[in-house]
């Protein structure tokens, strides 16, 4: 339908789809739960559209009530205190191994160097381990004129980069000038590109394709033309 995310390329990504979608299930149950619960009360102690009782009846319900003489209720108040907590707990708990995920380096082949630029990407690269060449290349967005049928206008490039599936990679981000945000949906990677720093996010790929990317940081006034493409092979 067009109305979730992106299919995912790699693992993590996949796991944050299920995270999201188990969250706004329950999100969804506690929704529904509140509004039984007001609708409840709206029908059986307020005087209104949703009433089925007349005013009188109301009164007699809440001197009923007064007339208990309860101002506690320990089991109640256990329940709806521990139940929430509980809830959130266990909403929380994947959080953890996600951001363990997203952030962790074992073992990567090799390192890619990402610049951001008014407005362009720029990769380059020189720690292959199975030979001594580097690379360095300016990615820019291909004009419509450009662009041939089939293709994606305003996320095609002139020159994008290519990478190996099934190979953890080292992505160092950073900027040249203003703040840019190197972002793939697909892939679960957006990381800032902030200049005179440099930030580190890991790369895997799992199921070959092309993937496209965005800058999302507000970065110019061209900040919707700086577009990411990725080829990943076997």
Not at 36 to 51: A, D, P, R, S
Not at 126 to 145: E, G, H, V, Y
């Amino acid at each position: 339908m067009r109305i979730s995310f992106s299919e995912p390329g790699n693992f993590v990504m996949l796991k944050l789809v299920k995270f999201h979608d188990a969250l706004f299930f329950n999100l969804v149950m506690i929704f529904f739960f509140v509004m039984c619960m007001l609708l409840i009360v709206l029908m059986n102690f307020v005087v209104g559209l949703f009433n089925k009782y007349n005013v009188k009846t109301i009164k007699n319900r809440e001197s009923l009530v007064a007339s208990l003489q309860k101002t506690h209720f320990p089991v109640l108040e256990f329940v709806w205190t521990i139940f929430p907590s509980l809830l959130i707990v266990n909403m929380a708990l994947p959080t953890f191994s996600l951001l363990y995920l997203m952030d962790h380096l074992v073992n990567p082949m090799f390192t890619l160097k990402v610049i951001g630029n008014q407005w362009y990407w720029s990769y380059e690269s020189n720690d292959f381990p199975w030979n001594n060449k580097s690379f360095a290349f300016d990615s820019f967005m291909l004009d419509q004129s450009q662009v041939k049928t089939g293709e994606l206008r305003n996320l095609e490039v002139d020159q994008f980069f290519v990478i190996p599936c099934d190979t953890e990679i080292r992505l160092l981000v950073t900027s040249r000038d203003v703040l840019h945000s190197f972002a793939i949906p697909s892939l679960a990677i957006k990381v800032d590109a902030v200049p005179g720093r440099l930030n580190q996010v890991p790369l895997t790929v799992d199921v070959p394709g092309i993937y496209f990317g965005q800058c999302s940081e507000l970065c110019g006034p061209n900040h919707a033309f700086m577009p990411i493409q990725l080829y990943a092979k076997h």
